[in-house]
């Protein structure tokens, strides 16, 4: 079983990607939104070093016992403000909980990380942040896909004359945002969609195989 994870908006191009590996994988999968559940982040309680659990109660238990249980892990988020969205920051630092007194609850699950930047920075941030939490959980990175996303300023309503927006910036005063303007979504981005499938394949493949060894 892949578990799927977006920490995007509900139907925003993370989201995009993340299904898109997940389908083209052809294993048995969840998908799931984190948008709009609610999911604190970590509180430094550590009630959770006697057994792994974290004990605060909110949407992050659920999820959290499926991964437990999960054969892999697909986990994508987007760059908001210069790094990895709050939601996306919350839900991983939660799995904290894993690593205790030697025990790491998640040691050897295949994951992939998907990451969504803005197509100005320079630094992909969000797959940095997510490939150092897998790592210390002890998780075997198959792959990663990054894609290109888009700035809130194409539909906060004011970006065509906002002079300190990413619209002005990329294309000047306009009176109106067309089509056009946008970045490219998911689905015209040849090379990420090339990418998605491909890990998709590939994460599928490895767990057959892992089936078959076992």
Not at 87 to 106: D, N, P, Q, W, Y
Not at 194 to 209: D, T, W, Y
Request: aromatic fraction near 8%.
């Amino acid at each position: 079983m892949i578990i799927g994870i977006s920490a995007g908006r509900k139907e925003g191009v993370t989201s995009s990607v993340v299904k898109e590996i997940l389908e083209c994988s052809d294993e048995e999968y969840e998908y799931i939104s984190l948008s709009g559940k609610k999911i604190n982040g970590c509180i430094g309680c550590v009630r959770c070093a006697t057994d792994n659990i974290c004990k605060q109660m909110d949407d992050w238990n659920e999820i959290a016992s499926k991964l437990l249980k999960a054969d892999a892990i697909v986990f994508g988020a987007p760059n908001y403000g210069g790094t990895i969205n709050a939601l996306g920051h919350a839900f991983l630092e939660r799995m904290f909980c894993f690593r205790h007194r030697e025990v790491f609850s998640l040691a050897g699950k295949l994951a992939v990380i998907v990451s969504v930047e803005y197509a100005r920075e320079k630094e992909n941030t969000v797959h940095n942040f997510i490939k150092k939490v897998f790592d210390t959980q002890m998780m075997a990175i198959v792959e990663s896909v990054a894609s290109i996303g888009y700035s809130q300023c194409y539909t906060c309503g004011f970006g065509g004359n906002c002079g300190v927006g990413n619209v002005v910036r990329d294309h000047g005063f306009i009176n109106e945002i067309k089509d056009e303007h946008y970045p490219p979504h998911f689905r015209d981005q040849t090379e990420a969609v090339f990418e998605a499938h491909r890990v998709g394949k590939l994460l599928g493949s490895i767990l057959k195989n892992r089936k078959t060894l076992s």
